[in-house]
């Protein structure tokens, strides 16, 4: 099985070399990079959901650069930890370890979801990682970053869907992850098994605010989600927070594409846009509040 299961019917989905097909004859092609669009007509709130290209290959520049490394090795870290306590409980009772079953929602261009790949094989634990992303872009991109470390299809799935709508059975996930994607609490809670690990990701308060002094006239400063969720217990909180200097050169634009990635640029007048593209460096604060919940 492919770990997902079909958009129309619910039934699990086999992977095969063209395609993805469930028993109810339901079937959606794999594209050249291996992901599979599990995106329904009728559930698209707009012709080309999600990311567009320019926003994911401006994020795939920029996290390549490794600017946001120092979040994703907390991250990973956090990950991490939540592994061998459940691994030792299946040894000590003399069973062997069932896979486990990871999805990262809203996995972007793949940068996270392949470095969890290499915590999840460190674990030595049988597993099955998932990626999906609403934006056939980036799960292309992912699929091709993927391809490119020379990642077998199998090791990591990804597809294109909406977070609002998992391509996945209920109580089917052992660890959700959530970097900066919308959070669905009903998806959530119906994907994620009991005592599932549900690890969340948001902008921190001091998040870029000083490429938001240096393009608006009235900057804001990020407003951080209220941390109790219906459904989950809090088992941790970390802020991740550091400086990045940042410059616009000819051979790499640093600052655009920080610009770009993010919903800011797209909120913008041209008047911003010339303002962050005349920036030649800038010191940026990184902000990031990172979530551990168990599911109850």
């Known amino acids: 099985m492919s770990g997902f299961c079909c958009p129309v019917c619910g039934a699990p989905l086999t992977a095969a070399d063209r395609a993805y097909a469930c028993p109810g004859g339901h079937s959606f092609d794999r594209g050249r990079s291996g992901y599979v669009n599990l995106l329904l007509p009728g559930g698209k709130h707009s012709k080309a959901p999600g990311d567009n290209p320019l926003m994911v290959t401006a994020r795939r520049e920029f996290l390549n650069r490794g600017h946001y490394r120092p979040l994703c090795e907390a991250v990973c870290g956090l990950l991490a930890a939540q592994l061998p306590a459940e691994q030792r409980e299946q040894g000590e009772q003399g069973k062997k370890p069932a896979p486990l079953t990871v999805l990262d929602a809203g996995c972007g261009e793949g940068y996270y979801t392949e470095r969890f790949r290499a915590v999840l094989e460190q674990a030595g634990r049988p597993f099955l990682l998932l990626g999906v992303d609403i934006s056939k872009a980036a799960a292309d991109k992912a699929a091709r970053r ?3 470390a020379g990642t077998p ?7 294109a869907a909406s977070v609002f709508r998992l391509p996945v059975p ?15 609490g009903e998806e959530a809670r119906r994907v994620l098994r009991r005592d599932g690990r549900m690890l969340l990701v948001v902008p921190g308060k001091q998040h870029l605010i000083e490429l938001k002094e240096a393009v608006y006239d009235r900057p804001y400063r990020k407003e951080v989600r209220d941390p109790a969720l219906e459904g989950f217990a809090l088992l941790e909180r970390r802020r991740v927070e550091y400086p990045m200097t940042l410059e616009n050169t000819a051979e790499n634009r640093e ?10 640029y797209y909120k ?29």
């Open 153 to 159: 299809l199998s090791a990591i799935r990804y597809a």
């Open 255 to 264: 600052i655009d594409n920080l610009f770009r990635m993010t919903p800011y």
């Open 170 to 184: 209920d109580a089917g996930v052992d660890v959700l992850l959530n970097l900066f994607a919308p959070y669905c």
């Open 146 to 148: 993927a391809r490119q």
């Open 268 to 296: 913008t007048g041209r008047t911003e846009q010339l303002r962050a593209a005349a920036l030649e460096a800038l010191t940026v604060t990184a902000s990031f509040e990172c979530f551990v919940y168990r599911r109850r």
